[in-house]
């Protein structure tokens, strides 16, 4: 069975980037790798996907190196706000969708 | 217009007793999930259901059972509940043919006593 794996925790300043990374030694061939954060007493809401190389939009970057065995999100200068849970969720080579062990982020001020 | 609802938000009930928890999305979704979050924030998916028709049964006591009436509802129905069945309860969507873009629902905390 695939195992997905975070940091249980981080902590950073305002101001500070953040890179969070995952490993997933069994990731399907074809398919994505997908962020999301969860804030407390929230569901989890999508932040950013990709396959390979980097992914950007408004919110985050996403690195995902050639063998896709591990994806790092990157959060540029964290506010307050960004303190959450964030979880990679990929699907393993028996086409099962795995959510990660989760990271908790808490951003000082 | 709340995209994926849930209700009750809270519930609190005692071992033994049988409970539901609804689920309703309105995003025009085919395929519909219930999760189990532990107290370490765990995430395990239980059940997912495609257009009524059950896809995925993770290894789910079957005190435990799903129900779509339709594929805008996903209700979960747990008999006998156990002490070890408090969590947080998630209900999600998507398209089919993005089963990795999901949308969940508030979540719904059961508290067995």
């Known amino acids: 069975l695939a195992k997905t794996t975070q940091p249980i925790s981080m902590d950073s300043y305002e101001g500070q980037e953040v890179n969070i990374t995952c490993s997933h030694n069994n990731i399907a061939t074809n398919d994505y790798i997908t962020w999301y954060q969860q804030f407390p007493s929230q569901g989890p809401r999508f932040i950013i996907q990709?396959?390979?190389t980097k992914v950007t939009n408004e919110v985050a970057s996403l690195f995902i190196p050639a063998d896709r065995k591990s994806s790092t999100l990157s959060l540029p200068r964290v506010s307050l706000s960004d303190t959450a849970v964030y979880y990679c969720?990929?699907?393993?080579?028996?086409?099962?969708?795995?959510f990660g062990t989760g990271t908790r982020l808490q951003v000082f001020p | 217009d709340t995209a994926v609802s849930q209700t009750p938000k809270y519930l609190v009930t005692q071992m033994g007793n049988d409970k539901s928890i609804k689920c309703e999305q309105n995003?025009?979704?085919?395929?519909m999930y219930w999760y189990k979050q532990d107290s370490k924030k765990f995430l395990k998916i239980m059940f997912s259901?495609?257009?009524?028709?059950?896809?995925i049964n993770e290894t789910v006591p079957n005190r435990f059972s799903p129900k779509s009436p339709d594929k805008a509802h996903l209700n979960l129905h747990i008999n006998s509940l156990e002490l070890g069945d408090s969590a947080v309860y998630f209900c999600?969507?998507?398209?089919?043919?993005?089963?990795?873009?999901?949308?969940f629902g508030p979540g719904t905390r059961l508290t067995v006593l």
């Open positions: 990709g396959y390979k």
């Open positions: 999600a969507s998507s398209q089919s043919g993005s089963p990795d873009t999901q949308y």
């Open positions: 995003l025009g979704h085919d395929t």
């Open positions: 259901y495609n257009n009524k028709e059950l896809i």
């Open positions: 969720l990929v699907g393993d080579d028996t086409d099962k969708l795995i």
